[in-house]
């Protein structure tokens, strides 16, 4: 019987047995008050339990004043350098961060030009894939999701590694730099075997250029005529270096640290965090946004009218609008609470890509649901803390103006994170500590074993 067949013939089973498993798999949410159990690993107020140390990066959205926490305008640090400084005061048209801002996370100074030109050198000669790994990997059986696409081929990597268990920090580091590099390939040629295959398009792979930056070569990759602009090669820069790295407890970094410090090979425990990135409540958040935009658009004439955008949030928040959960997607931060450093600089870039491509109708209409947002977000739910655009709300968008296929928004957030990753991965390694293991309560009484032929 073919696989189809046989799953379409055990779905009645398989719901009931599913409708079993809910039923033994519920908890009383009251007993997570009762016991004190931070659900998430956060408190009420959002703040993350303390689990680790770290420094690589630092996320700040409060401070002390007289023993009482206070929310600030967030900011975001790679190694001590505020990242909007990295970013604003680099910003000549022909400077591309992204190569920089890795040397920066992995070796915890910034480079200087001899450093940072042997640097990019080393990313330059490690862009590239085993011999006939595109042909024999990346197309067979291609995914209709990147991200599985990505994992796959991260695993696969394994096999094509002499010493893939060496887990020494340099056998480490250049397992690290060698995905680095990687993983825009690795990405790229992945939606074009999908688009290929499933989408009946035509299949063109380009080969990188070792004289282009990591942003310019995906663009390069990317496009059939492998054509771009300064600007839109700048933009996606920014866009790498906001989302490379956001402190250890982040979940698909935290994922990281712990099947690290498992002792488990580099290539399982990057696919462990692609995994976790995958998710809709990580990395995928910016296909909501767009999409959520894309019903505001259809359903609002007046993309100008406060009235009739602010009528549409207001049906979002109350399940009436989109797909009715009840979110305004790309508002709000679980760390964050005036705003997010990383929207607040992208911002700017996004808005000059917005002019030099005619969206500037479309960017309006983002920076009134910006603006309107909090406000009727206040009136509606109970707030702990304030609400403001996270880096998600306008990612997509600057995509979506880059033309990005959408299958690709969270394998370029992989891109910028493998960075990230692999700084985590390697002070994990040098900590050589224990192998995580916290505690759960378990609150199922004992009961006495009831042999099967006496069972009711």
């Known amino acids: 019987m073919a696989y189809e067949e046989l799953t379409n013939e055990l779905t009645p089973k398989l ?66 350098y505020n990242v909007r400084d990295i970013i604003t005061k680099s910003r000549d048209a022909d400077h591309f961060g992204f190569e920089e801002c890795a040397y920066l996370l992995l070796f915890g100074e910034l480079p200087d030009e001899r450093d940072l030109a042997e640097f990019q050198n080393i990313l330059g000669d490690y862009r590239s894939l085993p011999k006939n790994f595109v042909r024999d990997v990346i197309m067979k059986k291609p995914s209709k999701d990147i991200m599985n696409s990505l994992s796959r081929s991260v695993l696969t990597l394994y096999s094509y590694d002499d ?35 499933h989408e009946s398009g035509s299949l063109i792979i380009h080969q990188p250029k070792q004289e282009l930056s990591t942003a310019e070569n995906i663009l390069h990759c990317l496009r059939d005529d492998s054509k771009f602009s300064q600007l839109e090669a700048k933009l996606l820069d920014v866009a790498l270096i906001l989302h490379m790295e956001h ?111 005619g969206y500037e109708k479309e960017y309006a209409l983002y920076s009134l649901v910006e603006r309107l947002a909090p406000e009727i977000i206040a009136k509606k739910r109970k707030m702990y803390k304030g609400v403001s655009p996270n880096v998600d709300f306008y990612s997509g968008f600057a995509y979506q103006m880059l033309g990005l296929p959408i299958e690709l928004y969270t394998p370029l957030f992989a891109i910028a994170r493998i960075v990230g990753w692999s700084a985590h991965r390697m002070e994990e390694i040098c900590h050589n500590g224990k192998i995580m293991r916290p505690a759960y309560m378990t609150v199922c009484e004992h009961k006495e074993y009831v042999p099967i032929e006496e069972r009711e």
Request: some cysteine; charged content about 25%; hydrophobic content about 35%.
């Open 15 to 80: 719901n009931e047995l599913a409708e079993k498993s809910l039923k033994s798999s519920y908890i009383d949410p009251e007993l997570y008050t009762k016991y004190d159990v931070k659900r998430g690993l956060r408190d009420l107020s959002g703040r993350g339990v303390l689990v680790g140390i770290t420094d690589i990066s630092e996320v700040c959205s409060t401070k002390t004043v007289n023993g009482e926490r206070i929310p600030i305008d967030g900011q975001l640090y790679y190694r001590g």
């Open 163 to 197: 010493n893939a268990d060496d887990t020494s920090p340099t056998n480490v580091l250049r397992q690290c730099i060698q995905l680095i590099s990687m993983f825009p390939l690795l990405s790229v040629y992945g939606y074009q075997a999908y688009r290929h295959y």
């Open 247 to 357: 402190g250890g407890g982040n979940n698909s970094t935290f994922t990281t640290h712990l099947v690290s410090s498992s002792g488990t090979d580099t290539y399982s425990a990057i696919a462990a965090a692609l995994g976790s990135l995958k998710g809709p409540k990580h990395g995928g958040a910016n296909i909501k946004v767009v999409k959520m935009f894309e019903d505001l658009k259809k359903n609002v004439k007046d993309w100008s009218s406060e009235e009739e955008v602010g009528a549409y949030l207001e049906a979002l928040l109350n399940k009436e609008a989109f797909d009715k959960a009840g979110l305004i997607y790309g508002m709000g931060h679980a760390i964050y609470s005036i705003s997010d450093p990383r929207a607040v600089t992208f911002k700017s870039f996004v808005k000059a890509l917005s002019e030099e491509k």
